[in-house]
Nanobody, 117 residues
Framework: QVQLVESGGGLVQAGGSLRLSCAAS????????MGWYRQVPGKQRDRVAS???????NYADSVKGRFTISRDNAKNTVYLQMNSLEPEDTAVYYC???????????WGQGTQVTVSS
């Protein structure tokens, strides 16, 4: 099993920055991809960014050029640097970890990001 704990959310003005962190514990040696999703009330959870164990990244079009995902395998932590934040980025952000060998996925509890205009 894998446990994920997010931190770094909060309230920020439009144009500002926040950095989210997600620390993994448990069977971290078996984690392949990690990433971030976000969800607003009444809507589906959408992928924001992902990163493979080797460091390959992928971003949603809406955040390209503004968000950067990174990963420290030694610390079992994934980060999401969010710059030039917009009110539309307001959501609960969830960390995710995928274990392909075991075909399972783990989610963090979520952290609220609110961007005021």
């Amino acid at each position: 099993q894998v446990q994920l704990v997010e931190s770094g959310g909060g309230l920020v003005q439009a144009g500002g920055s926040l950095r989210l962190s997600c620390a993994a514990s448990g069977s971290t040696f078996s984690i392949d991809a990690m990433g971030w999703y976000r969800q607003v009330p009444g809507k589906q959870r959408d992928r924001v960014a992902s990163i493979s164990r080797g460091g390959s990244t992928n971003y949603a079009d809406s955040v390209k050029g503004r968000f950067t995902i990174s990963r420290d395998n030694a610390k079992n932590t994934v980060y999401l640097q969010m710059n030039s934040l917009e009110p539309e980025d307001t959501a609960v952000y969830y960390c995710v970890a995928v274990r392909r060998w075991y075909n399972d996925t783990f989610w963090g509890q979520g952290t609220q990001v609110t961007v005021s205009s």
